[in-house]
């Protein structure tokens, strides 16, 4: 048996509303109550985290972030928003491990 990594793999999802964030977030989390997204959600204002573990050895936190489309906020303060979020979760020792963004075709 594998030890769990140390630290887990971030990955930031972003894109704008309707692109499919939460929809690849129930999709990993398979919809569990304590993990799925629920979608969409054209006002969400807040960064939301969702930790799955895909492997025996690694766990990941994917990252929702606000659409890049909504009127109340700039993208400027949409990637304010999940800066200050990674730096407040996982302060300077944390990076994100990967951004998926995501759009609608």
Known sequence: M???ASQPAIIV??????SGKSNFI???????????ARGP???MQ???????????????VFVDTPGFDV???SVQ?????????????CGNSVKPTG???LHPI
Do not use: C
């Open 2 to 4: 594998h030890a769990m």
């Open 13 to 18: 999802l972003m894109g704008p509303t309707g």
């Open 26 to 36: 129930n999709r990993l989390t398979q919809g569990s109550e304590d993990g799925a």
């Open 41 to 43: 959600k054209p006002h």
């Open 46 to 60: 807040t960064v939301r985290e969702y930790t799955v573990n895909l492997s025996n050895n690694r766990q990941y």
């Open 71 to 73: 009127t109340y906020q």
């Open 77 to 89: 303060d949409i990637l304010r928003t999940t800066a200050d979020w990674l730096k407040k979760k």
């Open 99 to 101: 951004i998926i963004y």
